[in-house]
């Protein structure tokens, strides 16, 4: 872990791998044998991850959802899925690079994968619009899910959005519609969709891609109609209640699993998918071909009523 990226709360990991790097440095340095030295520390090491993640309040795991050495859709799209062949443009205004889209191979099987994407420099965060599509974004999206349907082909959206760009030309160009025409097209589409939500999961510009038959979330990823920092400043008048109105939105994975608005847990490697990439790859790959396959024995009329029905009764609630 890079000191200079390392959380508040893993700056104690941070240091324990600092000496043990040191100690590796110095053993190739002088030819020596450190690994009676190095087992132990190594042992405290996992020991330290395991206590710190297995504990993360809901404002932590925020901080780790917006890592910026968490694995983005590309990532993804060039470790769980083979000959990737992008598809740009909406056919009406521009291509959007704040949303990957087009063909791949998931295991034995082709798909339609649809990503959003952040960038992971300055010069990479402007062109990709910090991951905040434009209607165009949800437009190309939706011409890729008609192509799938066309095709046969199963849906799968790789959601990572602080939230739709809520800029003066997007709203020109009709940010709100699109997104609405993206939430019935998902609803009512004929093909098998599971969407995942790999890290920051805001508000309707992530929806717009979650109206699926499964959606996963990883473990430290987040997904909530407002980030925390927006909520407190509505709520409190005060963004620095940030952590107060995380623990009230429940975004994190285990209390909206709770509550019936997602379908599954992705477990991440010790100490999140940011130490780890291949393995947090290794756990998407296998959720997401698990889920897949438990819907290949669905009718495209019995996928359209389950899915319809499975999002018509969330919020619903009776008083005794």
Same mark, same amino acid.
């Given at each position: 872990?890079?000191?200079?990226?390392?959380?508040? +709360?893993?700056? /104690?990991?941070? !240091?324990?791998? =600092?000496?043990?790097?040191? $100690?590796?440095? &110095? *053993?190739?340095?002088?030819?020596?044998?450190?690994?009676?030295?190095?087992?132990?520390?190594?042992?405290?090491?996992?020991?330290?991850?395991?206590?710190?993640?297995?504990?993360?309040?809901?404002?932590?795991?925020?901080?780790?959802?917006?890592?910026?050495?968490?694995?983005?859709?590309?990532?993804?799209?060039?470790?769980?899925?083979?000959?990737?062949?992008?598809?740009?443009?909406?056919?009406?205004?521009?291509?959007?690079?704040?949303?990957?889209?087009?063909?791949?191979?998931?295991?034995?099987?082709?798909?339609?994968?649809?990503?959003?994407?952040?960038?992971?420099?300055?010069?990479?965060?402007?062109?990709?619009? +910090?991951?905040? /599509?434009?209607? !165009?974004?949800? =437009?190309?999206?939706?011409? $890729?899910?008609? &192509? *799938?349907?066309?095709?046969?082909?199963?849906?799968?959206?790789?959601?990572?959005?602080?939230?739709?760009?809520?800029?003066?030309?997007?709203?020109?160009?009709?940010?709100?519609?699109?997104?609405?025409?993206?939430?019935?097209?998902?609803?009512?589409?004929?093909?098998?969709?599971?969407?995942?939500?790999?890290?920051?999961?805001?508000?309707?510009?992530?929806?717009?891609?979650?109206?699926?038959?499964?959606?996963?979330?990883?473990?430290?990823?987040?997904?909530?109609?407002?980030?925390?920092?927006?909520?407190?400043?509505?709520?409190?008048?005060?963004?620095?209640?940030?952590?107060?109105?995380?623990?009230?939105?429940?975004?994190?994975? /285990?209390?909206?699993?709770?509550?019936?608005?997602?379908?599954?847990?992705?477990?991440?490697?010790?100490?999140g998918a940011h130490t780890d990439p291949d393995g947090a790859a290794a756990a998407l790959s296998e959720a997401l071909a698990r889920h897949l396959s438990d819907l290949d024995s669905l009718s495209p009329d019995d996928l359209v009523?389950?899915?319809?029905?499975?999002?018509?009764?969330?919020?619903?609630?009776?008083?005794?």
């Amino acid at each position: 872990m890079a000191a200079a990226f390392a959380l508040e +709360f893993e700056k /104690p990991i941070a !240091e324990l791998e =600092r000496q043990i790097e040191e $100690l590796r440095r &110095l *053993a190739t340095q002088r030819n020596l044998d450190v690994g009676r030295e190095i087992a132990p520390l190594e042992r405290k090491l996992a020991d330290l991850r395991q206590e710190i993640y297995g504990n993360l309040t809901p404002f932590q795991r925020v901080q780790v959802a917006r890592h910026p050495r968490r694995p983005y859709a590309l990532d993804y799209l060039n470790t769980v899925f083979g000959d990737f062949f992008e598809l740009h443009g909406d056919r009406l205004f521009r291509d959007d690079p704040a949303i990957v889209a087009g063909a791949a191979r998931l295991g034995g099987r082709s798909v339609v994968v649809i990503g959003q994407q952040k960038g992971r420099d300055t010069k990479e965060n402007l062109k990709r619009n +910090f991951g905040m /599509p434009h209607p !165009e974004g949800y =437009r190309k999206a939706m011409r $890729l899910m008609k &192509l *799938a349907e066309r095709f046969r082909m199963p849906v799968i959206t790789l959601i990572d959005t602080p939230g739709a760009y809520p800029g003066l030309g997007a709203e020109e160009r009709g940010q709100a519609e699109a997104i609405a025409s993206s939430l019935v097209l998902m609803a009512t589409l004929r093909v098998p969709i599971v969407a995942a939500v790999i890290g920051e999961g805001g508000s309707g510009g992530a929806l717009a891609l979650g109206v699926a038959d499964r959606v996963l979330m990883f473990e430290n990823s987040v997904y909530s109609v407002i980030s925390p920092e927006g909520c407190a400043a509505i709520l409190w008048k005060d963004a620095t209640q940030r952590e107060r109105a995380a623990e009230a939105l429940k975004l994190t994975a /285990p209390d909206l699993l709770a509550l019936g608005l997602i379908d599954a847990i992705v477990p991440e490697p010790p100490g999140g998918a940011h130490t780890d990439p291949d393995g947090a790859a290794a756990a998407l790959s296998e959720a997401l071909a698990r889920h897949l396959s438990d819907l290949d024995s669905l009718s495209p009329d019995d996928l359209v009523r389950r899915r319809t029905q499975k999002f018509l009764k969330m919020g619903k609630f009776e008083e005794s």
